[in-house]
């Protein structure tokens, strides 16, 4: 084991990578994505499917996520729990996700064991074998999950009346985890109608990233993967959508458990469109400029240098969502200052900015550090591999991806001006104050 | 001049793959060792660094101070104020972290081979020359003061108050080491220097580089960084015995769900028997899905939504810890349930199935670990800090498969205790109360 640290260094000599993606799709319509990086002999497997909360039928809310973890149950090959033994007694880990607009399995394992990763996953889209006895210990085990993040913590609750205000007649007013309840009388029949006309290949992406070979993963993807039929009655994704928004919402949260008073704002503002990516990334520099750092945006040196009227500013966008997003803004007033007036001082900051031209040092600078964000980026081959399964969830197409580092990169001045007057209109805006008491909102 | 001690080459036997990890071992002109795994493949450098000692060095009177000037360092230094560094750190699309434990405090970044030099210079700036203003000590204050409102109301926090102070008394971890709002708003700016000096010293720094860096580069790079500071500081913190016995405290606050914080004394990270209980908490609660308390908590029951156990072999003290939440109306059978399952391993011992899987488990993991520049760097400093030598990374699995079936049981008869189990639960439990 010893050796001398130049033949570590032959060893280890490697040509410089950048992310290398090979995208292919099997005979029954699955989409296959494999990221290389060959640095460790470790492989990401993921099973991303095209289906999240926002397409639980009406009245069963949460269905997507209680699915989620009725996955992890008996299949006619294996028993509970057998899977993620199996992850285990091959030192991998495992583990699943349920969001919006899709649900995700995946597994992290030595890169040999990839076949039996596909095995396993293969087998449960397929041959689930749910029992009552199942159902109704895993719904308890999703009551305490919803307790644990959402009813034991009062910005959570905060957060579900804000999307609900926000979200007139689109399924993200909803939460993903689903209202109480509602997921208290999810049955059996709920999870397997969601199960059976979803859980198909051709509703499917599979993301292989590590240390593989794409033409060993397309066999062994054909051979796993491509055995199973497509779902031929698929449904077209239907969603209704959200109407133009023309008067400001407002909305006050009350818990005594709250222990520092804040303001949320969030606008109706566009996501990434595939093709069309360009006011989203415009987007993205508009939240840095407004909220990104408490040092150097709009909201925090007027609100935390220029006058010490908050201790927390923030702005945020979610760029990657099937359906118009938001674009929020949140503001923790200082000791002694109320809610009504750091929100004066916030709307001043922003008709501010509104009013100025873009300083082209602050534009040079975020333009930097996202073009950084891509080389650290590469650092992390899960983080690749979620941003491909996520896009592919939502619409966009692995040439979008690709796309992106471009796109954000040719976002000029011009661009952050009009996306800011656009979507920073107080008409289309909801805004809530989260206090302890009726006499914090005063 | 760099003398060169060691270099290995580590073949990490995944399952069947193989990882190769160089770890050099150096020591920079100025004397200050540093590990470091050179990786070209991505144009970037991680670099962390850890200073035993942290925020229990906290003087009488002065609780929050590390904790506040860990916070500070960012905020300006050398002729620049916070917004100037943070401006200059932005434009190089650098990233600095500084943060505060009770046994250490540490500094992580990450910057671009295009304009290392300058965003090395801007780090060992921050680190040497921190200013303390007065303005952004009232900001960051303000900050902190926030957070300590917010802990005051927060389930998981509240247990940890209370279960660390019946705990460990006066100790430094007998109190929460962001301090008091009477504390933190008595300390000055020469609290800061005060703390600054006694945290941040070379004789308790260890230091770790991995990425498109060689080692001819790292020691100027890293006696930039430190060779400034003071060789040594104050004495730290004595040894504390685990000083809670058996029992149930219950904090009432009004809230759906209970949290529950559960421990008894544990043992030290250089015991020969660590490994052997460093298994057992895996098969017992460490292990996720696999986990009896899982099993039986959450699979079988119902109960939760999680629950795990915890090894915590701190620098001058050792626990074993556990913790798990549950709605009010369910957190006495929970417990129940905990206390028939430490007692029944404690007794009844585990099986060789039990632990030929979790040997699977560990050894299997371990390699995986090593995928990428910025992990590497936090597993080599952790095992520096641990005191642990560069090839313990050959021989870490052979120390795990080493472990018998009569040593993980003895363990599980001699340490695991259930009589000396205590839980301090937040919530309304409904039919549980503070014992005597």
Known sequence: MFRTLFAALSLLAMPAIAEEVTTFTLDNGMDVVVIEDHRAPVVVHMVWYRRGSADEPLGQSGVAHFLEHLLFKATDNMSSGELSEVVAANGGSDNAFTSYDYTAYYQRVAADRLPLMMQMEADRMVNLRLSAADIATERDVILEERNMRVENNPSALAREQMMAAQYLNHRYGVPVIGWKHEMESLELEDALSFYDLYYSPNNAVLVVAGDVDPNEVRTLADQYYGVIPPEENLPERLRAEEPPQTAARRLTFVDPRVSQPYLARSYLAPERDSGDQRKAAALVYLAEMLGGSPFSSALGTALQFDAQLAVYTGAGYDADKLDDTTFTLSVAPAEGVALSAVEAAMDAAIADFLASEVDPNRLESIRTQLRAGQIYARDNVEGLANRYGAALSQGLTVQDVQDWPAVLEAVTAEDIKAVAAEVLDPKRSVTMWVAASEGELK | ?436
């Not at chain 2, 908490?281 to 915890?310: A, D, H």
């Not at chain 2, 369910?330 to 199935?353: F, I, N, P, Y």
């Not at chain 2, 870490?396 to 340490?415: F, G, K, M, S, W």
């Open chain 2, 1 to 436: 001049m760099i003398r060169l001690i060691a270099a290995f080459v580590f073949g990490l036997n995944a399952i069947a793959a193989n990882a190769d990890v160089a770890i050099q071992e150096l020591t920079t002109p100025s004397g200050i060792n540093v590990w470091l795994v050179e990786e070209h493949s991505i144009p970037f450098v991680a670099l962390e660094i850890n200073f035993v000692g942290g925020t229990a060095l906290d003087e009488d009177g002065k609780r929050g101070a590390t904790n506040l000037m860990m916070a500070l360092i960012e905020e300006g230094s050398g002729d620049m104020i916070a917004q100037e560094f943070q401006a200059a750190r932005e434009a190089l699309a650098a990233t600095y972290e500084f943060d505060s434990y009770d046994d250490g405090v540490t500094i992580s970044a990450k910057f671009l081979t295009e304009n290392r030099d300058q965003a090395v210079a801007l780090l060992a700036q921050a680190i040497n020359q921190p200013r303390f203003d007065q303005d952004a000590i009232d900001r960051v204050r303000g900050q902190v003061l926030a957070n300590i409102a917010s802990s005051a109301k927060n389930p998981n926090r509240i247990a940890g108050e209370a279960f660390y102070s019946a705990a460990f008394g006066d100790h430094p971890y007998g109190s929460d080491d962001s301090g008091t709002v009477e504390t933190v708003n008595a300390l000055t700016q020469d609290d800061m220097f005060t703390a600054h000096r006694n945290a941040l010293v070379r004789s308790r720094a260890y230091v770790s580089v991995v990425g498109d860096i060689d080692a001819e580069a790292v020691g100027p790079m890293v006696d930039q960084l430190l060779a400034g500071l003071p060789e040594d500081g104050p004495a730290l913190p004595d040894h504390v015995d685990f000083g809670l016995t058996g029992g149930v405290t219950v904090v009432p606050f009004d809230t759906p769900q209970s949290v529950a914080l559960f421990g008894q004394a544990g043992l030290k990270r250089d015991d020969e028997d660590f490994f052997a209980a460093y298994i057992l908490n895996t098969i017992l609660g460490g292990n996720g899905p696999q986990s009896i308390l899982m099993e039986e908590v959450r699979e079988k029951r119902g109960l939760t939504y999680g629950i795990y156990s915890y090894l915590v072999p701190k620098d001058h003290a050792e626990m074993w810890l556990g913790s798990v939440a549950s709605a009010n109306e369910r957190m006495v059978e929970t417990l129940d349930v905990v206390m028939d399952q430490w007692s029944r391993v404690a007794t009844v011992g585990v099986s060789q199935e039990e632990l030929d899987a979790a040997k699977t488990y560990l050894t299997g993991e371990y390699p995986l670990r090593f995928d990428s520049n910025q992990a590497i760097a936090g597993i080599m400093v952790g095992m520096q800090v641990e005191g642990l030598p560069v090839d313990y990374v050959i021989h870490r699995n052979d120390y795990i498969n080493a472990v018998t079936l009569d040593d993980v049981n003895r363990v599980a008869r001699e340490i695991l205790d259930p009589e000396a189990l205590h839980f301090v639960v937040v919530g309304q439990p409904v039919g549980l109360e503070t014992t005597e």
